[in-house]
T-cell receptor, first 113, second 108 residues
Framework: EAQVTQNPRYLITVTGKKLTVTCSQN?????MSWYRQDPGLGLRQIYYSMNVEVTDKGDVPEGYKVSRKEKRNFPLILESPSPNQTSLYFC????????????FGPGTRLTVL | EDQVTQSPEALRLQEGESSSLNCSYT??????LFWYRQDPGKGPEFLFTLYSAGEEKEKERLKATLTKKESFLHITAPKPEDSATYLCAERAGGKLIFGQGTELSVKP
């Protein structure tokens, strides 16, 4: 089944404790992206990657890191999480053609205390 | 700055009562206007892509249209299962910029 998977789905952590949210897709898509979704602010793009070893900042990259060493994986790293990073995070992927639909993962709900 | 604005924020309809959702965008040289549906606790699900003014696309009870400044999502004779948040987004380079969404509730 074609899908985007994220782990963990739920995470409660404390300020400053490094964490990684994994994202994997099995559709051989070139493009992958991370979003956060907050009430009243909608979905905002954090980082995206057009292909392996190619990443770029979205609209809210501060406090996040990403890497794209393999085509299927695009982990999101929070080196020193803070409470304002409490949010619902989505990973998405699509193939390279403009306008093609993005497939979204199920989401990771992160709480930073 | 590229921006996407959706209205209304929330819409309550009776089953069978048709209506439209609005999405206005500011990017020049639009490279794609997207509509997604999002159910509570789930990731957005793709509905349509529109590229040029005058373009229309349909799927079941939904029809998306595009003008030079805005897009409409028309819902004809909605059913309770159409209840969801509808998101529009514009493509600006490699980025996708989303509106805040319209929360649609359809009562039987």
């Amino acid at each position: 089944e074609a899908q985007v998977t994220q782990n963990p789905r739920y995470l409660i952590t404390v300020t400053g404790k490094k964490l990684t949210v994994t994202c994997s897709q099995n559709m051989n898509h070139e493009y992958m992206s991370w979003y956060r979704q907050d009430p009243g602010l909608g979905l905002r793009q954090i980082y995206y990657s057009m292909n392996v070893e190619v990443t770029d900042k979205g609209d809210v990259p501060e406090g996040y890191k990403v890497s794209r060493k393999e085509k299927r994986n695009f982990p999101l790293i929070l080196e020193s999480p803070s409470p304002n990073q409490t949010s619902l995070y989505f990973c998405a992927s699509k193939n390279g053609s403009p306008g093609n639909e993005q497939f979204f993962g199920p989401g990771t709900r992160l709480t930073v205390l | 700055e590229d921006q996407v604005t959706q209205s209304p924020e929330a819409l309550r309809l009776q089953e069978g009562e048709s209506s439209s959702l609005n999405c206005s965008y500011t990017v020049s040289g639009l490279r794609g206007l997207f509509w997604y549906r999002q159910d509570p606790g789930k990731g957005p699900e793709f509905l349509f892509t529109l590229y040029s003014a005058g373009e229309e696309k349909e799927k079941e009870r939904l029809k998306a249209t595009l003008t030079k400044k805005e897009s409409f999502l028309h819902i004809t004779a909605p059913k309770p299962e159409d209840s969801a948040t509808y998101l529009c987004a514009e493509r600006a380079g490699g980025k996708l910029i989303f509106g805040q969404g319209t929360e649609l509730s359809v009562k039987p």
